[in-house]
């Protein structure tokens, strides 16, 4: 069910590795011990840059406390930055690696029963409403205003990528931190688009006449793959960027419609292109799936997380190097490119103590400020370099530019442009009961994707079970 | 004398069949085993190849790299062994008593035995979860062994019955009659014959507490940390390392295996007990 994709390279790279031999260890269980943060970093005596900030970091020493993290290389490279923090602020930091299909019911079991055995947690932007609605997180206004707790101008939260700020708001309240994100792009071969003389596509049409022109299903050659797996974070990560492409909304004046023209015509356009021009095994893939089937140049193009760059230039896997450059998403006939605002961000346990949450807050301030982020990023020592730094500044700094180079051609300029003007605040339903609502239309496009149903006649059906859902 | 030869169709039919049902169990073992011995980029080849140069790359990294899991295989011992010796020292006495005392509500309490096995387990993590919560055994062995004895109680009790029950009442009467008393007839008497019955628990019992998920992510955390649960983390994100799940996996599997094959004739004989019962429910 986890949908953040891709991301850096696993821990078997020559980045996690490199992170060892500067002795950050990792203990076995996924654990970070906080006993190690003696450990010697090459950065680590070089605490400058955060003493700068005018808050005093050690006002919550010798607390400690524990954040729960999915496994992911840009978690991992935060893990191994944690002793920098224990040395700037006596806290001690446990890291839990929880699996990314379990954590939501581990944080919300921790959230709800109030054992506040998180400080705070990984937390998906479509978990603030539920979150919000029961107070279970604070909100972050409160830390950011208080001059003792943020340097306002240092820290300087106008900075994080406001789309990613607004999916992490409810009402104008911000309730987590971005860390780390991405956008939705178009990832193509630029050798097999130049053979055939296409461009990338500019509209959805344009997208299915590319697709076409590379398919070739009698030898088994297709033009394109999107995530065709049920799932709230599966083939519903793609069909909302649609859904709004095609003019859909998902809720007005408090109804929901998903079953309107738009909604219709979305879905056929999805389960047409898929069953035309894609692997016809592509109704079980996973977004890891899709990447390795590029890597291996087995596909020529597919829709998905900027950040899957990492993973399609890993070298001890791809075989497309050098070959890969990126596009926004087309344009829908509404005239609008829809990306997604996945992120993972930091909220405060409501029912922690003030002092594990002063705690908290500063290991968010820490995680989330431009510093960590570039030593996390290009001033990070191995391979596996984060591509989903959180502010905009960083994203147009000239290093990071350079940083990405490895990730193929205008990288950088279809991530900025998707971040500045294609990112869509309500993408998907922002509404408690998403979780709910994610899945049943998950099962509604998979009916339809596999042919079971019409699309008209499973969004029908989609629509009157929200409807009770919401009523619920 | 004529010994007759089995019809040659059913001589090969025999091997043939039984090779591919094998064949079908066995595959997706191999598989692993295969794919723990391949880099990544071996794993990811299409057509599979069969014919790659093996690395140990995989099993370095998993017993002694980052992501070693030797820490959460001795969790998975203690938590394993453990939730095995207390479920056998209740079941035991526990299946006796429901096989031959006799008490009040007697069929009630047998059939509330299995009351914990009447929902899914998912509908009972949350309550189990706020209990532990109270009692501090959040992430502690006390808690997880504690819950993991929900589930192999009722199915250890419910086993071990079947075995006292084919005890001939008899035996257990002439130990009475030699004024033995109850728990020395149990002890001397009983027990030496329900030995095969007893092992089958145990293994059955290992086995599922090894292979447990579910409660060991809710329950557990970085102090209490089953095997089970540390492999899932080779599925990141942002991709699967196939390679590095199967040394995981293989690894994970090789006590169940030892076991299996160390223990074979007792599992054998407790899936056919009560298939043909002597004795009797009195």
Known sequence: MSERSFGGRGPRNPGRREILRQGAAMGAAGLVGSSLAGAAFAQADDLGAYKSAKINWRQAEGESITVALIPASYFDILIGLGPQFEALTGIKVRFEKIPPGQIRQKAMLDLSSKTATYATSATDPMYYPLYASNKWVDDLDQYLDDKTLTDAAWFNVDDVIKSWRDSASINGKLYGMPYDGEVTVQVYRKDLYAAKGLKPADTYDEFVSNAKALTDASARTYGVALRGFAGAGQNMYIYPSLFRGFGGTWIEGGKVDVNSKPAVDALAWYVDLLTKYAPPAVRNWNWPDIADAFSQGNIPCYIDASSSATVITNPEKSKVIGKIAYARWPKGPSGKRVTSIWNWGFPINAAASPKQKKAAWLFITWACCAETQIRGSWKYAGAGKRSGVNRLSLVRAPEFATAMQYAGDNFIPAVLESLNQDTDVDWRPRVPQWPAIGDTMATAIQAALVGQKKPKEALDEAQARIQQILKG | ?282
């Open chain 2, 1 to 282: 004398m004529i010994v007759a030869k089995p019809h040659p169709i059913r001589a090969i039919a025999v091997p043939v069949l039984t090779g591919a049902a094998l064949a079908i169990w066995a595959f997706p073992v191999l598989w692993a085993l295969l794919t723990s011995f391949k880099t990544e980029r071996d794993v990811l080849a299409y057509p599979p190849s069969l014919i790659f140069t093996p690395t140990l790359a995989n099993y370095h990294d998993v017993l002694f790299g980052a992501t070693s899991i030797v820490p959460n295989l001795w969790s998975s011992v203690i938590v394993a062994v453990g939730a095995t010796f207390f479920t056998v020292v209740f079941a035991v006495p526990a299946a006796y008593a429901l096989a031959r005392l006799r008490y009040p509500a007697k069929r009630a309490s047998g059939f509330y035995v299995l009351a914990t096995q009447m929902l899914p387990p998912v509908g009972l993590i949350i309550p189990y979860y706020l209990v532990l919560q109270r009692v501090g055994g959040l992430d502690t062995y006390f808690g997880l062994i504690l819950i993991d004895l929900t589930l192999t109680l009722p199915f250890a009790i419910w086993l071990m019955v079947s075995y006292f029950e084919d005890v001939p009442l008899e035996m257990e009467e002439a130990a009475l009659l030699d004024r033995a008393g109850r728990f020395g007839a149990l002890w001397h008497v009983i027990l030496p014959q329900v030995r095969g019955g007893i092992a089958v628990t145990t293994i059955f019992v290992f086995l599922n507490t090894w292979n447990e998920f579910l409660f060991a992510v809710v329950i557990g955390g970085n102090r209490v940390r089953p095997v089970t649960v540390a492999m899932f983390n080779f599925m990141s994100v942002e991709q699967t390392q196939w390679a590095r799940l199967a040394a995981g996996a293989t690894l994970a599997m090789l006590p169940v295996i030892l076991i299996g094959l160390f223990a074979q004739r007792h599992i054998v004989k407790g899936l056919t007990v009560g298939a043909v019962k002597g004795g009797g429910r009195r």
